[in-house]
Nanobody, 123 residues
Framework: VQLQASGGGLVQAGDSLSLSCVASGLPFVKSSIGWFRQAPGKEREFVAAIISSGGTYYSDSTKGRFTISRDNVKDTVHLQMNSLNAEDTAVYSC??????????????????WGQGTLVTVSS
């Protein structure tokens, strides 16, 4: 049972980047998948989430710039990030949450975490 995040890299401000989170060994269709990020010296923060029905949730800082989507055939969640800025620099991690297990915004409600992928935005 695992989540595998990928797609991070170094980009310039204003550029776009797409992250992927591939799930294996878990009931993906029933799972909510969230993205969180942690910048150096800062606490982990919620980025976006998608629930089993396809409903999406975003933080105020990512709404309108980031788009989360899921492919239930490939057990993959994508995070399309546009108009990146230096404040988006962080390690991005995806996580799985069982249905109806608390708010999608809260990291403690997720039971499985993938390794992080580093996104660096140069200004």
């Amino acid at each position: 049972v695992q989540l595998q995040a990928s797609g991070g890299g170094l980009v310039q401000a204003g550029d776009s980047l797409s992250l992927s989170c591939v799930a294996s060994g878990l009931p993906f269709v029933k799972s909510s998948i969230g993205w969180f990020r942690q910048a150096p010296g800062k606490e982990r923060e919620f980025v976006a989430a998608i629930i089993s029905s396809g409903g999406t949730y975003y933080s105020d800082s990512t709404k309108g710039r980031f788009t989360i989507s899921r492919d239930n055939v490939k057990d993959t969640v994508h995070l399309q990030m546009n108009s990146l800025n230096a404040e988006d620099t962080a390690v991005y991690s995806c996580a799985a949450r069982r249905p109806y297990r608390g708010s999608v915004y809260v990291a403690n409600n997720y039971y499985l975490w993938g390794q992080g992928t580093l996104v660096t935005v140069s200004s």
